[in-house]
């Protein structure tokens, strides 16, 4: 099967599409959308031409608190303007500006979906110089992190999208990481539910095809480069192997691997080689995000986001070998 990334839309409604690369995966299910303040009104408009009890089924149905989501947004603007206006730091910076304002835009677009109260949230100063977004990125993922567990599924997958976006971030300069490795690998306690084995089976698939990768470029690049395949491979071997035991817990037969894999194009040198390996890994952080939406257990979820933003952290430093521009990706796993 090959690589290559297939975009698909479900009428109007909003949902995380996993690219089709290696492994290949299905659309993620349209999320639904809260009530409007416009819409609660119409209907307190048809409680006093008579009917009170449409009314009263509807009470409470529109949540007058701040949108948890502000403060994510407020530092991802304040970041982007910072970084543009940064004396030095160079493409890195652009890059980085780049980003910031694609999450800010992403984030800004759900917030005035739900048109929830508006607030201004406490954010720290945005950094004065390029190193000063060490610190920074590390809060922002980790504050969008602490999220993922308990939000709806399409907003979990947009605010880990931004967590994985922050930690490939990292990766683009010295002076802003390495930053902070995933955590290791392992399965979450309790019975998978049914509706998660889907979408962990495409994740299973996606990690052999990304172990199938990671044996055929080793034959194209020098031995610098070892370190990076040895610890490549071992993450997505873990996570291989947890999620095919979590698949089998859950009275299901996990997905096997392909034979062999048809790369988009032909591996003949390390430019190409690193480019394979990072869409390896945009595979991998679309088949994660899948999971992510398509739970509602925090456990879960949190050992998805997790394998999200190893691929993007481990995605980044491949696109710069390849040449590839941004070489880290604003939402890792989104569509687009």
């Given amino acids: 099967m090959k690589v290559k990334l297939i975009l698909r839309t479900r009428g109007d409604a909003r949902a995380a599409v996993p690219s089709a690369g290696l492994a290949g995966w299905a659309d993620v299910t349209a999320r639904s959308t809260d009530l409007s303040r416009r819409g609660v009104l119409r209907l307190g408009a048809l409680g006093a031409l008579g009917v009170p009890a449409v009314l009263a089924a509807c009470s409470g149905g529109y949540d007058e608190s701040p949108d948890p989501l502000a403060p994510l947004l407020a530092m991802a603007e304040a970041d982007a303007a910072a970084a543009r206006k940064l004396p030095a730091g160079g493409d890195a910076a652009g890059q980085l500006a780049d980003a910031r304002a694609a999450q800010a835009a992403a984030l800004k677009a759900e917030v005035d979906r ?6 201004t949230p406490s954010v720290p100063p945005a950094p004065a110089d390029f190193g000063g977004f060490k610190d920074r990125l590390a809060a922002a993922r980790k504050q969008a992190e602490d999220m993922v567990p308990a939000l709806p599924a399409y907003r979990a997958g947009l605010v880990a999208s931004v967590a994985a976006g922050c930690a490939g971030l990292q990766r683009i300069a010295p002076q802003l990481g390495p930053g902070e490795d995933a955590k290791p690998v392992a399965a979450p306690s309790g019975t998978v539910a049914q509706e998660a084995v889907d979408p962990l089976q495409k994740a299973l698939a996606a990690e052999h095809a990304a172990l199938w990768v990671y044996g055929l470029v080793t034959a194209f690049l020098p031995g610098d480069f070892g370190d990076a395949l040895k610890s490549g491979r071992a993450e997505h071997t873990a996570r291989r192997d947890a999620v095919t035991q979590m698949i089998s817990t859950a009275s299901a037969t996990p997905v096997a691997p392909e034979a062999a894999y048809v790369p988009p194009k032909p591996v003949t040198d390390t430019a190409s ?33 997790q394998a999200l933003v190893a691929a993007a952290r481990r995605g980044t430093p491949w696109r710069q070998e390849a040449g590839e521009k941004p070489a880290a990706v604003a939402l890792p796993g989104q569509a687009g």
């Fill in 273 to 305: 080689a690193a480019s394979l390996v990072a869409s390896a890994e945009g595979d991998t952080a679309a088949a994660w995000l899948g999971v992510v939406t398509h739970t509602d257990d925090a456990g879960l979820r949190q050992m998805a986001v």
């Fill in 114 to 119: 739900l048109n929830r109260p508006v607030s």
